[in-house]
């Protein structure tokens, strides 16, 4: 091992380290998805079962399984908690950075390490790196894919174009068919650019599509004979209703992922923009006739950027995860972009050093007072004064830095502090207020610290991220007053706050105790009596 090469190693180990795993379990999980796939993997891994993801008993088979494959061996390695269900997550990530930088390395010496951690360091790869769902799982999967592709393209060497089956395959594993699909519409286009349709015939390898059939296929086979509604349910509700209507209530306008991949993209936006510029304009100079190399990357990485977006863009059912598949093409181009211009010798004008200061110090800005920004609170002079400053000086200190003849040098190096200090500000400032509003695991650790025997839980007027939450923590499932459930004897209810008046109506002949509340999620926690019964000695009373 070179100098070199042990000097990449180390940086890259330190900032995925830092970036994707420090301070994992900081703060509970969050959203509908991270306590469901959590607790799926959990009843997985209890029942002892590899195929069938089950969610409070019953089969829930609205995604593939890799994910839960995944969260179960954290599980069994490191013990169930809310840290663990997200290691898979980060894992993926870090695959996807050394793949990337492995990739450039062979192919595009140079830009190895700046791809790999302009990569690391996006908005989008460090929040879903820290989130336990299958958005990263296929991202990684989808990413090494399209990156064995191009080396068996350039290299024509069929062992790539078994690896691109293979992590297909596992992209099919980790949230369906979109994973070939993408990958499919992705190389007829770039063939297509290229005026060579041989690309299309060369890529369909018998071989290769055997590989496919057996990484993907025996857990699609084994799942549909144990659950004869998978594909109606999997396919049809989840695939292509999903994408054809808003059945899941996820509507937004066309435009919505333009500002979305903007934010994932951060804090490389602005060079990241000047780098898809750069190549569009190559590849129209370039239309009619064959690309070289370094034109055929580019166009390649343009049709991996926007496809996804446009494909997306056109379904009914948006959510920001949708197109994380796409944001590795953004630091790619940007990587051969600085290749480029460093090997020119070229300056940065200081107007695009001013705004990539700007832009690349912002988020610090926000992460020093997202527990103002959460709980809609006035922002203490004291603390906006402090924020500001620190921003500011972060932004003229990069700036500065990239006006100077070495900029595009320390161009990753001086972007990377910002970075850096943003997400420590976020897991060493914001998480309590995090914790608090977002996560159910505080309404959980409250219940637990009252009760002395387990109890069943209902709930009242909670959000389904509030329910799934709890589901997870407490380790059982809940029932719902409004949905005509109601646990026959002593229970405890979880309702949002100043509800008892409505909920009166279901505890007719039952003992209400209010034990506790929650402020900054407006909800209190009760303890019922069974129908006609003293408090019980299980739960104390205040």
């Known amino acids: 091992m070179t100098n070199r090469t042990r000097t990449d190693a180390i940086l890259l180990l330190g900032f995925c380290g830092f970036l994707f795993f420090f301070g994992l379990g900081s703060f509970g999980l969050v959203g509908a998805d991270e306590p469901r796939y959590a607790q799926i993997a959990r009843e997985m891994l209890v029942r002892h079962d590899w195929i069938t993801p089950v969610l409070n ?83 990684a999967m989808f990413t090494l894919a399209l990156l064995c592709w191009y080396a068996w393209h350039e290299s024509g060497r069929r062992g790539y174009l078994a690896a691109f089956y293979a992590f297909a395959a596992l992209g099919t594993l980790a949230k369906g068919p979109i994973a070939p699909f993408l990958a499919a519409v992705i190389v007829v286009a770039f063939a297509a650019s290229q005026r060579n349709w041989r690309i299309v015939w060369r890529t369909l390898w018998l071989p290769g599509i055997v590989v496919y059939l057996a990484v993907a296929l025996p857990w699609f086979v084994l799942v549909q004979l144990r659950n004869p509604e998978f594909a109606r349910v999997f396919l049809w509700q989840h695939n292509l209703a999903r994408f054809g209507s808003n059945l899941y209530h996820h509507s937004q306008p066309f435009w919505y992922y333009i500002p979305v991949m903007a934010l994932s993209v951060m804090p490389w936006l602005l060079f990241g923009g000047l780098a898809k510029a750069e190549a569009a304009r190559a590849a129209w100079a370039s239309r009619g006739r064959a690309s070289n190399p370094e034109d055929g990357w580019n166009i390649f990485l343009l049709l991996w950027l926007v496809l996804p977006v446009i494909f997306f863009s056109l379904s009914q059912s948006k959510l920001p995860g949708y197109i994380l598949p796409a944001v590795p093409a953004v630091p790619l181009l940007l990587a051969d972009y600085l290749r480029r211009h460093w090997q020119n010798q070229d300056r940065i004008p200081f107007w695009q050093a001013a705004l990539h200061g700007l832009l690349a110090a912002t988020p610090v800005f926000f992460a020093l007072l997202v527990q103002y920004f959460l709980f809609h609170q006035n922002i203490a002079g004291r603390a906006l004064l402090v924020a500001s400053l620190i921003t500011l000086i972060l932004a003229v200190g990069v700036a500065l830095t990239l006006s100077t003849r070495a900029g595009l040098r320390m161009f990753r190096f001086v972007t990377l502090i910002p970075v850096v200090i943003a997400v420590g500000a976020v897991l060493r400032i914001a998480t309590p207020a995090l914790d608090a509003k977002l996560s159910a695991r505080p309404i959980a650790v409250d219940i637990l610290h009252v009760q002395t025997a387990p109890l069943p839980l209902a709930v009242f007027h909670t959000t389904r991220e509030q329910d799934y939450g709890l589901e997870f923590y407490l380790n059982h499932p809940v029932e719902r007053y409004e949905q005509g459930q109601m646990p026959p004897g002593q229970h405890l209810l979880v309702s949002r706050e100043d509800s008892q008046s409505e909920f009166q109506k279901y505890t007719a002949g039952r003992r209400v105790s209010h034990l506790g509340a929650i402020p900054a999620q407006h909800l209190e926690y009760f303890w019922v009596s069974a129908p006609g019964a003293a408090p019980a000695h299980a739960m104390p009373m205040p």
Not at 75 to 86: C, E, I, P
Not at 100 to 119: C, H, K, V, W
């Open 57 to 139: 008993g019953q089969p829930w088979l609205e995604k593939p399984a890799l994910y839960y494959w995944q969260a179960m061996i954290s599980y069994s390695l490191f013990g169930v908690s809310d840290w663990a269900a997200r290691v898979p997550s980060a894992l993926d990530a870090t695959l996807m950075v050394v793949a990337i930088y492995l990739f450039l390395r062979r192919f595009r010496p140079g830009s190895e390490i700046d791809g790999a951690l302009m990569t690391a360091s996006c908005a989008a790869t460090i929040g879903f790196a820290r989130a336990a769902s299958t958005d990263m799982p296929l991202t």
